[in-house]
């Protein structure tokens, strides 16, 4: 069962406009999320990040909104620019597990075209 | 700058062979993760390890072994490598404590299983 859900596989966008990426997550315990971005031939690069105590965390251009009732978060990016062309991951984790760690749980991705 | 390395960027094995795959951090970092990407399945966590000689498994181990015989260092084994386990393996690694600590990727390595 999939607990991170990104039901967007593609999303082509116009350079300049906004690129909203969607994640939906079914597991109620995850209470931090976070974005990664990917290049092809590269590994995933940590983007931004929110924790369930917020509803909006902002960095630049980049802006992630948290729904906690509906399981819901988004990725704003404004303006797009053909560099944000790549493929984005929502992750999700327990932040209670200090001491040890755990992996995050990924979504499958979200494959983003800025088009000029 | 956190650096995360793995041995190899492209790997080509037969059916049947041991694979190591290995992961090396400039950190320090207690943490360090081994996950696997598959189109149109994202990424799933393997196995990680939270202390030097301590592994835990991830949601998809079957297959799998792991190796952290010193901090800096996490490697993935393959006792007997098999076509379904031709994917991009990524390496991350991250500082201890809460789990929100970001996780570090380095630029994984392609496996190619024939």
């Known amino acids: 069962d999939q607990q991170v859900k990104q039901n967007s596989p593609s999303l082509s966008v116009q350079e300049g406009r906004i690129s909203i990426l969607n994640c939906d997550y079914t597991?109620?315990?995850?209470?931090?999320f976070l974005w990664y971005k990917k290049y092809p031939a590269e590994g995933p690069t940590f983007l931004i990040s929110?924790?369930?105590?917020?509803d909006k965390n902002e960095d630049g251009r980049f802006t992630v909104f948290l729904n906690k009732s509906a399981k819901h978060l988004s990725l704003h990016i404004v303006p797009s620019q053909p560099g944000d062309s790549a493929v984005y991951f929502c992750?999700?984790?327990?932040?209670?597990?200090?001491?040890?760690?755990?992996?995050?749980?990924f979504g499958k991705g979200t494959h983003l075209i800025i088009q000029p | 700058d956190v650096k995360v390395t793995q041995s190899s960027r492209y790997l080509v094995k037969r059916t049947g062979e041991k694979v190591f795959l290995e992961c090396v951090q400039d950190?320090?970092?207690?943490?360090m993760f081994w996950y696997r990407q598959d189109p149109g399945l994202g990424l799933r966590l393997i196995y990680f390890?939270?202390?030097?000689?301590?592994?835990e498994k991830g949601d998809i181990p079957e297959g799998y072994s792991v190796s952290r015989e010193k901090k800096e260092r996490f490697s993935l084994i393959l006792e007997s490598a098999s076509t379904n386990q031709t994917s991009m393996y990524l390496c991350?690694?991250?500082?201890?404590?809460?789990?929100?600590?970001?996780?570090?990727f380095g630029p994984g390595t392609r496996l190619t299983v024939l």
């Open positions: 597991n109620s315990m995850f209470d931090y």
């Open positions: 929110i924790s369930s105590i917020k």
């Open positions: 992750a999700a984790t327990l932040s209670y597990s200090g001491g040890g760690a755990d992996g995050l749980t």
């Open positions: 390890s939270y202390d030097v000689k301590m592994k």
């Open positions: 991350a690694s991250s500082q201890v404590g809460l789990s929100t600590d970001t996780q570090y």
């Open positions: 950190m320090d970092h207690e943490n």
